[in-house]
């Protein structure tokens, strides 16, 4: 069966903009989690989605934000870019019980 | 606070070695662990898991040791191979039963193996 899709794969912005990024999890996998990842801070939650609802959310500021459909396809949306915001974004799904997550290939955010 | 750390930035080893990848936690409450494998331009791969009420978990040439008395993981890959040159991390989530809705990662570790 097909993983997870991330789209765009790449992307480019400048400072100020905002960006919305895509996930489609895998077929029947009700739960999403977004990731950033950084050389220097590593693999970061940033929040979980299961059934549309926020289950769970990180440390980060409130420019970031996300949502799930009703199809659990989720996009998260980071406002007012900074360049600390360059960075790998992972979306993972996970059937929503005590599974490990499926992750996908990322989208390569880099903010100019 | 809650941490997930690795003991070593970098592992060298020889094709066909045994490698051991160890990973310390810090959150006692944790209660399921995992490895993933992340290789350049790809997002982290499973590996294995295991919860806490187990303490050894073998899968195909990978075993996770779980030491919940000092908060230690270690992976080890038996007979390792060029394609398990990859970075490698291990998290932890600390949400006790029911969903594991947020993962805590360490900082992950490279592994490169010499020919």
């Known amino acids: 069966k097909a993983g997870v899709t991330q789209t765009p794969r790449y992307l480019i912005k400048t400072r100020g903009q905002q960006v919305t990024l895509s996930c489609s999890p895998i077929?029947?996998?009700?739960?999403v989690s977004w990731y950033q990842q950084t050389p220097g801070q590593g693999l970061q939650f940033l929040f979980e989605?299961?059934?549309?609802?926020?289950?769970n959310k990180g440390n980060f500021p409130g420019r970031f934000s996300g949502r799930q459909f009703s199809n659990s396809r989720s996009e998260m949306n980071v406002s007012t870019l900074e360049l600390g915001d360059s960075a790998l974004y992972l979306c993972?799904?996970?059937?929503?019980?005590?599974?490990?997550?499926?992750f996908g290939s990322g989208t390569r955010l880099t903010v100019v | 606070g809650e941490s997930v750390g690795l003991h070593l930035p970098t592992l060298s080893v020889q094709e066909g070695d045994n490698s051991i990848i160890n990973c310390a936690y810090s959150n006692s409450a944790s209660d399921y662990f995992i490895w993933y494998k992340q290789e350049s331009g790809k997002g982290p791969q499973f590996i294995i898991d295991i919860r806490s009420n187990m303490d050894k978990r073998q899968g195909q040439r990978v075993t996770v040791l779980l030491n919940k008395t000092v908060k230690h993981l270690s992976l080890q890959i038996a007979a390792t191979q060029p394609g398990d040159s990859a970075v490698y991390f291990c998290a932890e989530n600390g949400q006790g039963t029911g969903a594991n809705s947020k993962l805590t990662f360490g900082k992950g570790i490279t592994l490169s193996v010499r020919p």
């Open positions: 989605y299961f059934s549309e609802t926020q289950r």
């Open positions: 993972a799904s996970s059937p929503g019980t005590t599974h490990g997550y499926t």
């Open positions: 077929s029947g996998h009700r739960s």
